[in-house]
């Protein structure tokens, strides 16, 4: 598949177009994909980031068509800003899991009350959908029928959509990278679970939310699943009695990544020592934190 050109409009099977949003960028692959399910009555699924032109470009894919539905896959910045627009515009009812905090575990809530941010894509803090949805709903269309799969691990209120043998997987399953896991919204625990669950599915195409599509959603999950163990094998093995800043363990886990990704890598180690620490394998001290130092149990 080559790249598509924002704003235009792509067939990617029955009942399912993508318009790809203009926010091409490290963390974005080509950009936001955002998909309209349907016809006649529509949903939208993930309209990205706050943009006049992909704006336009959506409701000229939809002209002469009826939004009904916007649902949002996870409350970051290049996925659902654009939502409360796009109502605005077309009356649709916006689904979501809930604000952008809702599903963090107590260890989560408590490193945001300390002042962590996410990193990353950054935080639609505004949002708030006008439907809470949860895992096992089902969201329903004139023409189409949309299972909610709750799949916390790359944001602790990230959901998948399960339209027949096509799973609409936002940000935790794509082709050309593995997803970044950050916290407080990230959790690597969850991440590995619901990588698990989403291989039993059995389904035969994943959309994602950045890049192509993923026309053998199992093999690519059985490698985000190794990838993830070794990097976990590799930070603790990197990890002694010595007490080590995250950055430190950063440079000697991360050793072929480019500079100007380091900051994201850093990220995904600091979800990986929360685990360990959690699982009573590491100590933080003095505390939990990404200031912290660890060391090996």
């Given at each position: ?32 994909n955002s998909y309209i399910v349907g016809e006649g009555r529509v949903a939208v699924i993930d309209p990205g ?249």
């Open positions: 598949m080559g790249k598509p050109q924002a704003g235009h409009v792509r067939t990617v099977g029955d009942g399912i177009r993508c318009v790809l949003a203009p926010n091409p960028g490290m963390m974005t692959h080509w950009g936001t980031p706050e943009d006049e032109s992909h704006l336009d470009a959506i409701l000229r894919a939809t002209a002469g068509e009826h939004v009904t539905h916007i649902l949002i896959t996870h409350a970051h910045a290049d996925h659902s800003p654009l939502a409360r627009t796009l109502a605005g515009s077309t009356g649709a009812a916006v689904l979501g899991f809930g604000p952008p905090e809702a599903g963090r575990n107590a260890t989560m809530q408590g490193l945001a009350k300390a002042g962590l941010a996410g990193g990353g894509e950054g935080v639609d803090s505004l949002f708030r959908p006008d439907n809470q949805i949860s895992d096992g709903d089902v969201v329903n269309g004139e023409d189409w029928q949309l299972e909610v799969i709750h799949s916390p691990g790359h944001f602790a209120g990230h959901l998948a959509f399960r339209m027949d043998d096509v799973v609409f997987s936002g940000d935790h399953v794509m082709e050309w990278s593995s997803s970044l896991v950050s916290p407080p919204d990230g959790n690597v625990r969850d991440f590995m679970q619901t990588s698990e669950r989403l291989a039993r599915l059995g389904a035969r195409r994943f959309l994602s939310g950045h890049g192509p599509d993923i026309l053998e959603p199992e093999e690519r999950l059985s490698w985000l699943i190794k990838h993830r163990q070794a990097r976990a094998d590799a930070i603790l093995d990197a990890l002694n009695t010595s007490r080590q800043s995250v950055e430190k363990i950063t440079r000697k886990v991360y050793t072929d990544t480019p500079a100007a990704m380091l900051p994201a890598a850093s990220r995904n180690v600091f979800a990986h020592l929360i685990d360990l620490v959690e699982r009573g394998w590491a100590t933080a001290h003095p505390e939990l934190g990404l200031s912290a130092r660890f060391s090996r149990n």
